[in-house]
């Protein structure tokens, strides 16, 4: 065991019993409302990323509210998202069994999807499109997979459809991630068949390893297919476009 993943994991441990111990404090000041809870998973998060010893570069405006469309990269990408920004997030109902993580995606108000049921579809749409009403970004990764970020998959537009039904602006959003010691994005991308528990041994052992987030501008749109076309246009330029040096 190397002593920088020994020191990480300790430090890990530390953050994610002081997220656990805040959010108990935060329920007993005042109601445990689902903005508050999207507050705390964004104070958790950088926690969690300071523990990791794990960078964010920005480029752009994190929105504020309306929807948030983006690649998807692996479980990381939470992390690093909600660090950026409050907002709750669609995620694959697989999460709600994660150890810790399960916990701390539902005590921040995500809303699960099971990709392979229609019914659920329709009740995250329904879910969604009343979450768009409150002043916190809902953020959708419609590629319904993590990928190793060679290339950015169809988006699928199906839960794009309540912003655009509603006429709310859908903010297009890209991460990369930006890795040293000889190792490439692939290599910390969460994807295919990997573990979740090997895979965060190899992230506490890297040395380098940041994160870039590129916002658009927020745009409404009529048609959710031609939302999901022009979107993944925009999300696949902005990663295109290069990295950005980590402040």
Known sequence: ?????????????????????????????RPWTLERRALWLKDASRRVLKALGLGIALDGQPPTCG?????????????????????????????????YFG?????AGTIFLDRRSMRSAKTVA???????????????????????GTQILCFH?????????ASVPVTAAAIRYMVGG????????????????????????????????KFGEPRIYANRRA?????????TAMRDAGALAVS
């Open 227 to 235: 939302a999901a076309t022009r979107i993944q246009a925009e999300v």
């Open 126 to 148: 329904a879910e969604i499109a009343q979450r768009l009403r409150r002043p916190v970004a809902v953020l959708l990764f419609p590629e319904g997979t993590s990928t190793d």
């Open 157 to 165: 537009s199906r839960l794009i459809d309540p912003a655009t039904k």
């Open 182 to 213: 000889g190792l490439e994005e692939r290599d910390l991308c969460f994807y295919g068949n990997a573990a979740f528990l090997p895979h965060l041994w190899k992230v506490l052992g890297v040395s380098d390893f940041s994160a870039q987030l």
């Open 103 to 107: 916990w701390a995606a539902r005590t």
């Open 67 to 99: 929807l948030v469309v983006a690649n998807h990269l692996g479980y990381l990408d939470i992390l690093f998202f909600s660090a950026a920004m409050p907002c709750f997030f669609v995620a694959k109902k697989e999460i709600d069994s994660w150890p």
């Open 1 to 29: 065991m190397s002593s920088r993943r020994l020191r990480r994991a300790v430090a890990l441990a530390l953050a994610l019993t002081g997220c656990v111990l805040h959010s108990w404090l935060m329920r007993l000041e």
